[in-house]
């Protein structure tokens, strides 16, 4: 990091725009081909990259579900066997929480918080690019383990010891493990590089109260990224340990506890739903004010509610055990704390209303799921309060009841604000609209047929029935119900179909969008659709919390950047000042052959312990090559 | 509960069952105080979903007379309506925290058990041993749990392998039964019936096929039952069951089968001394007839893949003889 000293750098200063634009292009682009397209570290390339990943996952998660919805339309049925159904609904959790719901989550926060900041790439882009590699050789592995009839199957919980060395053989429970460690690590790099960006990338003048709300939830739950991940690594690894060297942290035989790994599973099991959900109040609080026609209401109650969440997330773990059999204080406790959490849920709701109720709501795609989120959202929310209760969550906890109970707060709270994202940010990211038409019909769909399905599982699991049975009995009440769950689940399959369908024809030729289609105020639509690789021709200068404010005239800018390599302006952490010019990273092949080298000592890993001795050799030679500099004069001083 | 699905929710409690396993169906003193808890909160979540989803349609519906831009006056009434609406959160969570804490208290009542049994929970079936008095009158049986109605019964819940859960909706709460740990589960019936449990914590293979009966009788019925398990298995005396036990010592079932009054002292399989008067056999899979132990005996793995018992071969002969002599094992 250095200060300008030079004045005969070639700076954008004094440029014209065309001119301007055509040294960044040169400088930001990637090469052609399939090596440029390989070693790009532009944040939009592998955004989209891990946003089209994730949502094959969905798409695979989903026909799992459908397989599951099949095997239990009727009793005692035997279209899937018991074994093939424990790894399906192993499959169906893990794929959807690790590959799906916090990959996407995180890879809408690597498109868009380096647009909505004003910045040109992301902070240590090639982590970024790392990161992506690893994240799809996870997936893959995973997936292959299916495919080979050998996925893990023992719940995406993994309870010991049930997935411990004596009763899950093979290399099942070894995969799940090394799956969490491949996807962990991937999203822990996210967090740190989206952390960095909003502190230190901003756009002059975007002090901590003009930060856009989503770059507020990506901040909050890259921190709850960066403080739930370690848990869940410990826990994996000590599994992996248990299982391979005969370690006996679990085993309570020789002193070893199985309730240690609900605690260390939880403490990361619960504040995960939180860093999908965050992200989803983000993207509500942006897509919102677009279509009511004003500003959001309570920006700073929303914020609030927001960090407030995250902290008091790490403080109720205890409630997915509350029939473990722990001491009554302690549960008490953990009851109220689970309960206290819906305050900042309910304000960030009452605001959302308080804003649609002052505002002129146009009711467009968009707007249409994130009306369906809030009646959605808050039936999970208030069955989130009845399983905080103790005594409430002993006669419904590992029911159906739960089972409806977090597709809710997951499909409700987090997948219909994403497909809103989508429908919202499609033109940003193609320069092309997605259609009305096709809108609505999935909207229809995809919300009648979520509440045909989800809800009466509710009862299901009031009436009695347990989760992750692979069959029921005839003689229960529960044919008729689940019959109707599994055919409405057809209709929610169906309402996806019709979202992809229309993802995929308005890629190809959808209408164009022309660069600001909802008349939004945060900076990712103060430069063209789709950006270019440098994002900003000139970094913007924000004087409001609405960045583009209609009243405006141009947008201020400021100028001073080298166009002969990849600079960055680095700002200070609460008012934006600028600081320094830094360079980026160009782009770069180490990344992927760094991911590789990691992939193979993970997977060699499950079969040996030397496989971390040897296998650190070649990740060691990789990151060499990485870091290797080749910097300019400036960058040595 | 959501107002459209209540004709469902009508629908299924009307049609009823005699062997419930059904939170909405509770005979236990536990369960009655658990449900009654569960209908008020429902009721308070359904009223407040309502005025959610109201607010939300009144918000949304086009009005005239209304400016788009924020003036101060609307800001301020926005204010006080969030800030209103949140103390009332604050206030509802506060009341169902304090009715979750009391229903707690009166689950824990204490005072002394009248019958404890210990509960061994495995790989997938439930293990019931009675040594309340007398030692030398130790007796187990499996999948089937006998109490007397109105006492109090407490249950030692342990596990032999990985983790399952005791759950029967109808009489109390679930508790976790943990390798290393023991829990203590106390449950009252306050009606005569049979009330369906199951495995509710995943368990493997077969945790679908895991449940378990509780049969609730009144003190003269279980003071009978009683005995009879006290006592030893009945000597067969029809040809064909004799042969049968002939079987049964001969091939390996003895190895893990348990027969009182017999040699049979096998400990990882379920204790078969009184196996024909149980109502189901394989935790809850089967009714126990002549006809299902054939057809477990002969092939287990199809009929519950998975589960411990290997399929031992048998002649046709030898086959009917041993399902004979379960059958008279009463």
């Known amino acids: 990091m250095k200060k300008d000293q030079a004045s005969a750098v070639p700076a954008d200063t004094g440029l014209a725009d065309a001119e301007v634009e055509r040294q960044l292009t040169t400088i930001w682009g990637s090469r052609p081909g399939f090596w440029g397209a390989v070693a790009s570290v532009d944040h939009k390339v592998i955004a989209r990259r891990y946003i089209v990943t994730a949502f094959i996952f969905l798409i695979l998660g989903g026909l799992l579900a459908l397989a599951m919805r099949l095997q239990l339309a009727q009793p005692e049925a035997r279209f899937i066997s018991p074994d093939r159904y424990n790894q399906i609904f192993t499959m169906h959790g893990s794929n959807m929480m690790f590959l799906f719901a916090v990959p996407v989550m995180e890879a809408i926060g690597v498109y868009f918080v380096p647009l909505m900041v004003g910045t040109r790439n992301i902070a240590f882009p090639r982590l970024n690019a790392f990161s992506y590699w690893v994240f799809l050789f996870g997936g893959v592995l995973l997936w292959l383990s299916f495919a080979l009839d050998t996925a893990p199957d023992v719940g995406w919980f993994a309870y010991v010891p049930l997935s411990g060395p004596e009763y899950s053989a093979g290399k099942r429970a070894d995969i799940w493990a090394q799956m969490i460690t491949f996807t962990e690590l991937s999203a822990l790099a996210v967090a740190v590089e989206i952390v960095v960006t909003v502190f230190k990338q901003r756009a002059p003048g975007m002090s901590l109260d003009r930060i856009p709300v989503l770059v507020w939830a990506m901040l909050v739950m890259s921190f709850l990224v960066i403080m739930a991940m370690p848990a869940i690594m410990f826990a994996s690894s000590t599994l992996i340990l248990d299982r391979l060297v005969g370690t006996q942290f679990y085993n309570p035989a020789e002193g070893g506890d199985a309730l240690l790994w609900q605690h260390l599973f939880w403490f990361f099991g619960h504040p995960e739903v939180y860093i999908i959900f965050l992200p989803a109040v983000g993207m509500v609080s942006t897509i919102l004010p677009a279509f009511v026609g004003r500003p959001l209401f309570g920006y700073l109650p929303l914020v609030m509610a927001m960090i407030a969440t995250g902290v008091l997330s790490f403080g109720l773990w205890v409630h997915h055990m509350f029939t473990v059999g722990l001491p009554r204080l302690g549960e008490s406790f953990f009851t109220a704390s689970s309960m206290a959490i819906s305050i900042p849920a309910g304000i960030q709701i009452f605001c959302w209303l308080a804003t649609m109720w002052a505002g002129r709501p146009v009711f467009r795609t968009p707007l249409l799921f994130v009306i369906g989120f809030i009646a959605t959202f808050v039936i999970g929310g208030l069955t989130g309060v009845m399983v905080a209760s103790v005594p409430f969550d002993t006669q419904v906890h590992d029911t159906y009841f739960v089972v409806a109970h977090f597709h809710y707060v997951l499909i409700g709270g987090a997948v219909f604000p994403l497909i809103a994202a989508i429908y919202y940010w499609f033109p940003k990211m193609t320069g092309r609209m997605m259609s009305e038409r096709l809108g609505r019909w999935a909207f229809w769909l995809i919300f009648i047929g979520f509440h045909l399905t989800f809800f009466p599982m509710h009862l299901l699991g009031l009436l009695g029935m347990p989760r992750r049975v692979y069959t029921y009995q005839p003689e229960l009440p529960w044919a008729g119900l689940n019959l109707f769950i599994s055919l409405s689940a057809v209709l929610l399959a169906l309402g996806f179909l019709v979202f992809f369908v229309d993802v995929v024809r308005s890629w190809r030729n959808g209408l164009p969008a022309g660069p600001n289609p909802w008349k939004a105020t945060t900076l990712e639509w103060a430069t063209s659709s789709p950006p270019p690789s440098y994002n900003f021709r000139r970094i913007p200068v924000v004087d409001a919390r609405e960045a583009l404010s209609p009243n405006d005239g141009e947008l201020a800018v400021a100028s001073g950047l080298r166009t002969d390599r990849r600079e960055l302006l680095v700002t200070s952490v609460v008012e934006a000042l600028p600081e320094a010019r830094e360079s980026s990273p160009r782009d770069s092949v180490w990344p992927l052959w760094a991911a590789i080298a990691t992939a193979v000592m993970l997977i060699w890993s499950m079969f040996s312990p030397w496989a971390v001795v040897w296998g650190s050799i070649p990740i060691a030679v990789t990151l060499i090559g990485w870091f290797w500099p080749k910097g300019s004069p400036e960058d040595e001083s | ?330």
Not at chain 2, 110 to 122: F, K, L, S, W, Y
Not at chain 2, 287 to 311: C, V, Y
């Open chain 2, 1 to 330: 509960m959501k107002l459209r699905c209540l004709p469902l929710a009508l629908l299924i409690m009307l049609s009823g069952c005699s062997t419930a396993q059904s939170v909405l169906h509770a005979h236990g003193e536990a369960a009655i105080a658990l449900k009654n808890l569960i209908i008020f909160i429902a009721w308070v979540a359904a009223i407040i979903w309502l005025a959610v989803v109201g607010f939300l349609t009144f918000a949304l519906v086009p009005r005239r007379n209304h400016s788009a831009g924020p003036d101060n006056r609307s800001e301020r009434t926005m204010t006080i309506a969030v800030a209103t609406a949140t103390a009332a959160t604050a206030l509802i969570i506060g009341i169902l925290t304090v009715a979750s804490f009391y229903t707690t208290r009166a689950l824990n009542s204490g005072g002394n058990a009248d019958v404890t049994v210990v509960v061994r929970a495995q790989q997938w079936w439930w293990q019931f041993i009675y040594a309340d008095h007398d030692q030398t009158q130790i007796f187990q049986t499996a999948n089937e749990l006998h109490i007397p109605v109105g006492k109090t019964i407490r249950l030692r819940l342990q596990a032999v392998d990985v983790i399952h859960s005791f759950w029967v909706p109808s009489l109390a709460g679930k508790l976790d039964l943990i390798p290393g740990r023991e829990n203590t589960l106390t449950l009252r019936a306050e009606r005569p019936g049979i009330y369906r449990g199951q495995c509710a914590e995943f368990c493997g293979l077969q945790h679908g096929h895991m449940a378990f009966a509780v049969i609730a009788e009144d003190d003269a019925d279980y003071q009978r039952w009683l005995a009879r398990q006290r006592l030893d298995a009945a000597t067969p005396t029809e040809a064909e069951a004799i042969a049968g036990q002939g079987v049964f010592l001969a091939k390996q079932c003895a190895a893990c089968h348990a027969i009182r009054g017999t040699s049979a002292s096998g400990s990882t399989g379920p204790d078969l001394t009184h196996v024909a008067g149980r109502r189901t056999i394989a935790a809850g899979l089967l009714e126990t007839t002549r006809g299902s132990f054939a057809a477990w005996i002969a092939d287990p793995q199809t009929l519950k893949p998975g589960n411990n018992m290997p399929m031992v071969p048998l002649t046709t002969d030898e086959l009917r003889q041993l399902s004979a002599y379960m059958e008279s094992l009463r």
